[in-house]
Nanobody
Framework: QVDLAETGGGSVQAGGSLSLTCVAS????????????LGWFRQAPGKGPEGVAA???????AYADPVKGRFTISRDNAKNTLTLQMNSLKPEDTAVYIC?????????????????????RGQGTQVDVSS
């Protein structure tokens, strides 16, 4: 019941930064995006999908170990947007980054279930990090 659209991907050298944004649009007036856990997962070539970061409806945040200290996730409930600030990027961060909205989970649980197909997802945005 939520449509998601990501922007902000691109190409950057190792050590650089990118910011991704996801806009969440409720399909019906009764849907409240603020009630969903929002997050990012990524799909790299030749690898399985991996949860990256999530922020739940209570504002709790969880990060996957590979991105801790480098990525920052935030949400703006007034604008229904989700942002992922990525700093100190590494070549291994190269992937398609996909936004998800999942109900009835906390941020930690979302890292596990987002790559498994739970909830709603956007089309994704490509991030390429060169060495």
């Amino acid at each position: 019941q939520v449509d998601l659209a990501e922007t902000g991907g691109g190409s950057v050298q190792a050590g650089g930064s990118l910011s991704l944004t996801c806009v969440a649009s409720p399909r019906y007036d009764s849907v409240r995006v603020r009630n969903y856990c929002l997050g990012w997962f990524r799909q790299a070539p030749g690898k399985g999908p991996e949860g990256v970061a999530a922020v739940d409806s209570d504002g709790n945040i969880a990060y996957a170990d590979p991105v801790k200290g480098r990525f920052t996730i935030s949400r703006d409930n007034a604008k229904n947007t989700l942002t992922l600030q990525m700093n100190s990027l590494k070549p291994e961060d190269t992937a398609v980054y996909i936004c998800r909205a999942v109900s009835l989970v906390n941020a930690t649980r979302a890292l596990d279930v987002m790559p498994k197909g739970w909830g709603y997802r956007g089309q994704g945005t490509q991030v390429d990090v060169s060495s």
